[in-house]
């Protein structure tokens, strides 16, 4: 693994935004940044990052198997008690996932490690899946990056695949906060690949589904909502007015509901806890779990519900190293041990590994000067060499 800085092309930002990648620069600073590259060698990419994420992906649905027969997995995870049987009968009708991403840290050297699974609304696809493969092919002919170069990649096909697998030719509405550019760009690229598979696609913001009489939900066209994507958490859902709505309405949704047991850093610990020593994992236990003490004074606090490495601090020998603001920590944090990204050029990468109907598929990074990953971390292509 090699961080190579290299030229940018002229053209890219107009590439984008043709593209529809319209948040490649957010609040003046670069989300997209092609000035450098990471390089990764086939054997890194299968052994340790390919066939990790397919294991990794296997023990969460074997914790998710568990977690639905034995409520104090639920409440644990302060799942509310209301949406446990919702959970339940997701996952023994086995609902279709299309899509996760775990975050790994990863240096090169040693085993990959989980820091969390992003496994019900993960964003950045459209980049990892579509803007680093034009990258990737105008670079080779620009003669910016070696003849010989690949890529980890088979996002975009893959996902056309699941929605084949999924639902051809029914209709599919796509909902989010669509006033978000992200997100909205996300929705789209999205609602595209599903196009492509054939689905009969409805796009509207999460806040134009309505309630009928019979409790259906529907469309500002009065239309049934039958199957949903949403790129909106579930623990949002739970407590937002409809969710009371949700375990009488037919709608299947996309993730299903099974995925909220994932979506939460309560995992780390019960992963642990189910596999320890596993090499793929770091210990981690729930702060209120005397365990907890083996971390010593050094631990990464989480949130059990955060995103965008928000309320996360970082503990090094009892000196709080860096600290982010933010809403959440009402329900409770988990500890995790400390396992410093690695540096490159004063950057701290995070690996971003997908996965499409439970397959391996694609690789994205994130990098910022800080070692918490957040909102504002930029986007790097990768390569194969």
């Known amino acids: ?53 397919g294991e990794i992906d296997g023990m969460c649905l074997e914790l998710a198997g568990r977690a639905v027969k034995d409520e104090q997995y ?17 996952w023994r009708r086995k609902d279709p996932s299309l899509y996760g991403r775990l975050d790994l840290k990863f240096s090169g050297s040693g085993p990959a490690k989980l820091l969390e699974y992003n496994a019900d609304t993960p964003t950045s696809i459209f980049e990892a899946a579509v803007f680093q493969w034009t990258w990737l092919e105008q670079a080779i002919e620009r003669n910016i990056i070696p003849k010989r170069a690949d890529q980890f990649n088979s996002i975009h096909d893959r996902l056309i695949e699941a929605w084949t697998t999924i639902g ?25 690949t599903a196009a492509q598979a054939g689905l009969k696609t409805t796009l509207l913001d999460i806040e134009e589904i309505g309630l009928r009489n019979d409790g259906q939900f529907v469309d500002l066209d009065e239309r049934p909502i039958a199957l949903a994507f949403k790129l909106y958490p579930w623990e949002w859902m739970f407590h937002d007015a409809f969710g009371k709505n949700l375990s009488s309405a037919p709608t299947q949704w996309i993730e299903p509901p099974w995925k909220a047991i994932l979506s939460n850093k309560g995992i780390l610990p019960l992963l642990w806890e189910m596999f320890p020593g596993h ?45 982010e603001q933010g809403p959440y920590g009402a329900e409770g944090f988990i500890r995790q041990a400390l396992a410093p990204l690695p540096n490159f050029s004063g950057q701290y990468p995070v690996l971003g590994s997908w996965l499409v109907d439970h397959t391996p598929c694609g ?23």
């Open 1 to 53: 693994m090699q961080r190579i800085a290299c030229s940018e092309r002229d053209d890219w930002q107009t590439t984008a935004e043709n593209a529809g990648f319209a948040f490649h620069t957010i609040d003046g600073e670069r989300y997209w940044d092609e000035r450098a590259y990471y390089a990764f060698t086939l054997d890194e990419i299968e052994r340790d990052i390919e066939a990790p994420t």
């Open 74 to 90: 639920l409440r644990r995870l302060k799942i509310p008690q209301a949406f446990w049987d919702l959970i339940a009968a997701s």
């Open 168 to 192: 051809a030719n029914h209709p599919l509405h796509l909902t989010g906060l669509t006033g978000n550019a992200e997100d909205a760009g996300t929705l789209a690229y999205l609602e595209d």
């Open 279 to 323: 090499p793929n994992l770091l210990p981690a236990y729930f702060e209120d779990d005397p365990q907890a003490a083996q971390l010593g004074s050094s631990f990464v606090r989480k949130p059990i519900y955060s995103r965008e490495g928000a309320n996360v601090e970082l503990v090094s020998a009892g000196i709080t190293l860096v600290a």
């Open 363 to 385: 690789l994205s990074i994130r990098e910022d000067e800080n070692p918490i990953t957040g909102n504002t971390s930029r986007f790097l292509p990768h390569a194969i060499l």
